[in-house]
């Protein structure tokens, strides 16, 4: 499925990552966002994607899909093809949005939720038609990360989910198709187990947001990047691989080092523990400067990893060099395109021209 017209619904944090990756693939995206100031956070988060596209796309960009603002749901779905729910995450709210969808969406149009835990099959319990929808769950920043969780319901068809595989891969993403539906899907469900364990050692005093955090990008952060955990431990192994990881590591699952079962009472002092040391670690950047650091930051490690393999590329390095080429692709097709609008229209004005003076 190649996305033709696109729809998003929700203009937030993840609405807008999506809005700015579809845009920045040439597609033009209709938003619907009632919040008094959804364009002010999609212009700049258009600005940060733009600039990141700007280094990252050296092959060239295809003309930069056009967004228009819908004043209803069913404005903003009315002929596409291809639609991206990312409203918060309230069940209710969910359940209301898609009926609105549905109702006014065509007919073959795909639905895909940003939801960051909820099943496919309870959001689609009143849908008619929840052959067509899916979870679609993607990671911030939606314009550079490019992996996405894609989690069919009870009822969600097969055709719909290779469409949908088809149109996310077609701008850049790299998908997992989950066939077992769970709350919070794969990627959330790891993030949880470390952010509960993190919360116990900043309340126990073991260590603050900075030096955590530190322990993190230092450390199995980069080796994650680039090899993610079991393909690391493989190597942890050594020359007897994952076998002797196990042996050698397994037992050490039964000592009691983790609190993962246990949750630390979500309290204002809890709150306001994290939030201070958190603003003496990062509050001299506003989160606009720390979002672009963070995107330069993800260009630089992609870039580096596509070097890899005699620059075959490695992991999400080999998906980038794929997409460069796309973007740049694109970018040909825009000029080839706009040279022969020009050449058309110096001929006609030739022959206009020829016309008068006969």
Known sequence: ?????????????????WIARLALNGIDVTVFD??????????????????AYKRMAVK??????????????????????????SVPE???????????????????????SSTSGFKATDMA?????????????????????????????EKTGK?????????????????VVINKEIDAFVGNRLLEAAWREALWMIKD?????????????????????????????????????MRHFMAQFGPALAWPWTKLMDVPEFNDELVDLVATQSD???????????????DENLVGIMEALAKAEKGKGWGAGELHNAYVKQLGKAAKAKVSKAAEKAKAEKAKKKGAAKGKRG
């Open 159 to 175: 055709e719909f989910v290779e469409r949908a595989r088809e149109a996310y891969t077609s701008i850049g993403m790299k998908c």
């Open 280 to 294: 003496e670690q990062s509050g001299k950047w506003s989160i606009r400067e720390l979002e672009k650091i963070r």
């Open 125 to 153: 319990k009143d849908m008619k038609h929840p052959e067509r929808f899916l979870v679609a769950h993607p990671f911030n920043p939606v314009y550079l990360l490019p992996i996405n969780e894609l989690v069919p319901g």
């Open 90 to 112: 309230r069940l209710d709210v969910k359940l209301k949005t898609l009926a609105e969808i549905e109702a006014a969406a065509p007919a073959d149009a795909l639905i895909g």
């Open 60 to 85: 060239g960009l295809p003309k930069e899909g056009r967004i228009t603002y819908a004043g209803s749901i069913a404005d903003a779905v009315s002929g596409a093809d291809f639609i991206q729910e």
């Open 205 to 241: 005093g073991i260590c603050t947001v900075e030096e955590l955090d530190d322990i993190m990008r230092y450390g199995f952060g980069l080796r994650w990047a680039q090899m993610g955990m079991f393909q690391t431990y493989r190597i942890a192994g050594g020359e007897a691989g």
């Open 34 to 51: 009632p919040h008094p100031e959804a364009k002010r956070k999609v212009d700049e988060v258009m600005k940060n994607a733009r600039r």
């Open 1 to 17: 499925m190649t996305i033709t017209r696109a729809a998003c619904i929700g203009g937030g944090v993840i609405g807008g990552g």
